[in-house]
């Protein structure tokens, strides 16, 4: 019975994940139509779909193809997206508490981790929903990948994304996150806000993605423990 009712909870927990994951999925499917416009200029009509069907990463893929835009080569592209999705590093050292079974298990639910789902399945305390969490990146690969293709399809109809203020998209989602997931009083708002310091600091001064991880190395002062 115990273990029953622990399934029919997560059962419920996926679905509310779901619930919220939606709206945002929308959202998501708007920026990926912007990549796709964008990439299929650098890379060609196939690279832009199998990249978002593979990588599945907004900022790292943006920011691979801002290098391409620039003149970068490829290994300069990747290294781009590297940095940037090395932040998943500290978010999932917070999540792994959270999780339960095997490695495998606790790998394939790693893969499943967006920047708006661990956020919104972030419980306080250090603590995390998985099965909340799973939901609610469910709808954000389709819209994803199929918003990529769009924009890959019909670029030529759509124009320049900035026109349209597709570009806005982005920061406007993150700061969302930031906003309603953590921008909580005490340290999460302390955290939040050298983050921010950190990254404002270093956007004039360093390459693309920097600025994203040494503004992650705040989060550290989410290890200090209260006394006693």
Known sequence: ????GRETEAREQFRSGMRLGIPYAGASALLAISFGVLAETLMGPVAPIVM??????GSAQFAAAA????GGGAVAA???GILLNLRYAPMGIALAPSLRGGALRRAAIGQAMIDFSWAAASR???RFDPPFMLGATVPSYPCWVGGTA???LVGDSIGDPAALGLDAIFPAFFLCLLVEGE???????VVAGLGSLIALVLIPFTPAGVPVIAASAAALLGLRRSPG
């Open 78 to 80: 990747i290294a781009a």
């Open 124 to 126: 306080g305390g250090g």
């Open 67 to 70: 290098v391409l835009a620039a």
């Open 150 to 152: 769009i924009g890959v």
């Open 1 to 4: 019975m115990y273990l029953q």
């Open 52 to 57: 978002s069907a593979l990588v599945f990463a």
């Open 183 to 189: 921008l909580r009083p005490g340290p999460p708002a």
